[in-house]
């Protein structure tokens, strides 16, 4: 529902900038494998974001996005070399204790 109205301010952007290019040699002119993989991926993550959002509980959901955050940060570091702080080791720290305390359900078993 949210991607409609940017499908039409950019369609609306494109028209008025690139009607003439667009009439003479299409729509999915220079369209190559890797801007169909760049959408595919985009679609396929969008639709794992609405089964997750709508089967999931909120504390679940503000896991998920934490982990997200966390994984993130760790292919930012890999792909692209940037150097990770402290409160990040200590953010996911924090996240992977959280994400074990909420799925055990014996805990009391190891604590008392």
Do not use: P
């Amino acid at each position: 529902q949210l991607a409609i109205v940017s499908l039409c301010i950019l369609g609306l952007y494109a028209g008025i900038h690139d009607f003439s290019a667009i009439m003479e040699k299409g729509l999915f002119y220079n369209y190559s494998g890797a801007a169909f993989c760049s959408s595919l991926n985009n679609a396929v993550g969008g639709l794992i974001v609405a089964a997750v959002l709508r089967y999931a509980d909120s504390v679940l959901k503000g896991y998920a996005t934490a982990v997200a955050v966390v994984l993130t940060g760790i292919s930012s570091s890999i792909l692209f070399k940037t150097t990770l702080t402290i409160h990040h080791g200590l953010g996911t720290v924090n996240v992977i204790i959280a994400v074990l305390l909420y799925n055990s359900s014996s805990l009391d078993d190891f604590l008392c």
